[in-house]
């Protein structure tokens, strides 16, 4: 077992790859980690995730506490062995989805309490707990319990939840002294759209000191280039020699300009998610395989893929699965779409190291608004 | 490409082991083959179907004349090409899910008529028109069109469906002179659970002259004996030289004991459908993934098993799946269930060959007996 720790190999401009080591293996960056919601990437066998060339998955904390429950996982061995993924695992604190999907949430300065969405239990999560939560899960990177706010919002608010979230910071950072060694935690700058309050928020965490820094609170409203101009201001705050996370987001596009201001990992639910609804990301930009066009088509979604579920299947085939609603159209169209989130991502490392990030950012830009190849 | 054939290799009492080679390779028999009713097989990659031990799928010809519609098949390639699966392929004529599934259905000597379930589009299905659909979705094994009749039923009702499908199957005969080399049609036995009709059937069907010979109408409510009793007077009526499909049939026990008494090939949505509903079958029987038993259980589902989802994941994660709908348990359990049906017939053929068939029913019928073992 390796112990957590981060290695900055190549920088280009302010875009940097570099290599994070964890006690259950090595995670490439710039890395975009796959959305296992519920102790599963949605209609993937655990080693076709690592086939699409993903090092590390993330997992949600409040998912898993509410059902089958962290001291359940820990009894059957931790979440690795629960989901038959042996490498490294990222879990969320639970703060974003006990805001997002439960009921009867109320916060005070020690918690959050609230109220299932599965059956109405009441819950307290307090930072405490969420770091306890992670630790039983086995999680090789956790993350501080947070309040995070839906843009456009109060400044008022924003502030609060900021100072909240701070406090919550130190009492994660305490709470996680008795973790094994090796594991990492990550502080979670919020702030909104404030430029003063996520600079406050990056200082402070810095000063309290974390294996990693992410940003929180983006991707929940505004428009990409508020989040671009945060980046722009935050970024140049955290400290360069940890990991730099963008949390939640986002589009191939959002992740390139993430990239080059400097962010080093990423999760989303959009591949997987659109996948499901019959959208796949591509380099020619995204296609809709619902769309009539494609129900003559003999030709594969992408010949030149690495991946065998864009090359394989016809999109007549693609286009009657998802329109007759079959399974095997959302696992080929999650399949195709985290092989391309994972090809874009081996790109973006392999310009950075090569010293032609800008013209990889602009050649892939420019095959998105080429748009879908013609049929012959 | 080979030519349809079928070739005995062993009898161990009324039990039959052999071969069927066509255009698309070669079907052990007994076999056991998955159904992909609208083109794929739900939840299972084409590779992984072949893996669990599968020669040869079914595909609906009524879903697939509906959408995506027969001529768009053939100008695509063809139905192999269509759901990337190389081996040979069964199609049903239709017949059964016009009854089961289409509104406003009207039967007479020359057709039935029905409306798609779907869109509410009015189809006209002769029995050359099913031949026809069969021939462009590039099937290995045509089935001629019939009538099948719900049991219980009255003996007028079973007599006129039973003779109107031996006046399709002459109608199906010449409509196939037309067929490419190679090709297959099977006939159709019907007369519910009347022996004297079912007899008639299958002289008849003899006479005119198939490729092979199904039994019908079983599997339509009827109690298990029923079923055997006609299948115990049919087989020894039917070519010897030729194959003998047991059409829609049915749990392990069944596919037993119709092998018992002749049977060589079978199809059933049992495996597949209980699967997405969280039921596994197991050489000790069927076991309910949902039932609250496995939630701590850290133990496989079988670890004797050949099929790696069956080995590789805990029963506790099984059933967190079923409970918590995700897809990926309902892709294991298909997975688990396909293979354990294949690995039944490969277990049956060997038996068979051995001249042990009468010992292989009492050693599997006694796993069935002393049910899912216990925990640790």
């Given at each position: 077992m390796g112990s957590f720790s981060f290695r900055l190999i190549a920088n280009d401009g302010n875009a940097r790859s570099g290599e994070i080591e964890t006690p259950h293996g090595r995670v490439r960056t710039p890395a975009f980690m796959p959305v296992g919601t519920q102790a599963t990437v949605k209609g993937m066998y655990p080693d076709q995730v690592r086939d699409t060339g993903?090092?590390?998955?993330?997992?949600?904390?409040?998912?898993?506490?509410?059902?089958?429950?962290?001291?359940?996982?820990a009894a059957l061995g931790g979440l690795h062995r629960?989901?038959?993924?042996?490498?490294?695992?990222?879990?969320?604190?639970?703060g974003f989805q006990v805001m997002s999907l439960s009921a009867l949430r109320r916060?005070?300065?020690?918690?959050?309490?609230?109220?299932s969405h599965l059956d109405g239990t009441m819950y307290e999560l307090t930072p405490e707990r969420a770091v306890e939560i992670q630790l039983l899960l086995g999680s090789d990177i956790a993350m501080q319990l947070d309040e995070c706010v839906k843009l456009p919002a109060e400044r008022a608010d924003i502030e609060r939840a900021m100072h909240l979230s701070l406090g919550w910071a130190e009492r994660s950072k305490r709470a996680f002294e008795r973790a094994p060694a090796g594991h990492a935690l990550f502080g979670i700058v919020q702030g909104g759209d404030d430029a003063a309050l996520r600079d406050a928020s990056a200082r402070a965490l810095t000063a309290i000191g974390f294996n990693g820094y992410a940003i929180g609170g983006m991707a929940v409203g505004e428009p990409q280039d508020v989040m671009l101009r945060i980046l722009d201001e935050v970024t140049s705050l955290l400290p360069e020699r940890a990991p730099h996370y963008l949390m939640g987001v986002g589009t191939p596009d959002d992740l390139i300009e993430a990239v080059a201001r400097g962010m080093d990992m990423f999760d989303c639910v959009l591949p997987t998610r659109n996948g499901r609804h019959g959208l796949a990301f591509s380099r020619f930009g995204p296609v809709n395989l619902k769309n009539a066009r494609h129900a003559n088509d003999p030709r594969p979604l992408d010949d030149a893929s690495a991946c065998p579920a864009a090359r394989d299947y016809s999109r007549a085939y693609l286009h009657h699965l998802v329109k007759a609603n079959e399974m095997l159209g959302a696992m080929l169209l999650t399949a195709i779409n985290l092989a391309y989130y994972q090809e874009l991502m081996s790109g973006v490392r392999a310009a950075i190291a090569a010293g032609r990030f800008e013209a990889f950012r602009a050649e892939t830009k420019e095959g998105w608004a080429r748009g879908d190849i013609a049929p012959a």
């Amino acid at each position: 077992m390796g112990s957590f720790s981060f290695r900055l190999i190549a920088n280009d401009g302010n875009a940097r790859s570099g290599e994070i080591e964890t006690p259950h293996g090595r995670v490439r960056t710039p890395a975009f980690m796959p959305v296992g919601t519920q102790a599963t990437v949605k209609g993937m066998y655990p080693d076709q995730v690592r086939d699409t060339g993903a090092d590390i998955v993330l997992a949600n904390t409040y998912h898993l506490m509410l059902r089958p429950g962290p001291e359940r996982i820990a009894a059957l061995g931790g979440l690795h062995r629960l989901m038959n993924w042996p490498g490294p695992i990222l879990t969320d604190s639970g703060g974003f989805q006990v805001m997002s999907l439960s009921a009867l949430r109320r916060i005070d300065d020690n918690a959050v309490t609230f109220r299932s969405h599965l059956d109405g239990t009441m819950y307290e999560l307090t930072p405490e707990r969420a770091v306890e939560i992670q630790l039983l899960l086995g999680s090789d990177i956790a993350m501080q319990l947070d309040e995070c706010v839906k843009l456009p919002a109060e400044r008022a608010d924003i502030e609060r939840a900021m100072h909240l979230s701070l406090g919550w910071a130190e009492r994660s950072k305490r709470a996680f002294e008795r973790a094994p060694a090796g594991h990492a935690l990550f502080g979670i700058v919020q702030g909104g759209d404030d430029a003063a309050l996520r600079d406050a928020s990056a200082r402070a965490l810095t000063a309290i000191g974390f294996n990693g820094y992410a940003i929180g609170g983006m991707a929940v409203g505004e428009p990409q280039d508020v989040m671009l101009r945060i980046l722009d201001e935050v970024t140049s705050l955290l400290p360069e020699r940890a990991p730099h996370y963008l949390m939640g987001v986002g589009t191939p596009d959002d992740l390139i300009e993430a990239v080059a201001r400097g962010m080093d990992m990423f999760d989303c639910v959009l591949p997987t998610r659109n996948g499901r609804h019959g959208l796949a990301f591509s380099r020619f930009g995204p296609v809709n395989l619902k769309n009539a066009r494609h129900a003559n088509d003999p030709r594969p979604l992408d010949d030149a893929s690495a991946c065998p579920a864009a090359r394989d299947y016809s999109r007549a085939y693609l286009h009657h699965l998802v329109k007759a609603n079959e399974m095997l159209g959302a696992m080929l169209l999650t399949a195709i779409n985290l092989a391309y989130y994972q090809e874009l991502m081996s790109g973006v490392r392999a310009a950075i190291a090569a010293g032609r990030f800008e013209a990889f950012r602009a050649e892939t830009k420019e095959g998105w608004a080429r748009g879908d190849i013609a049929p012959a």
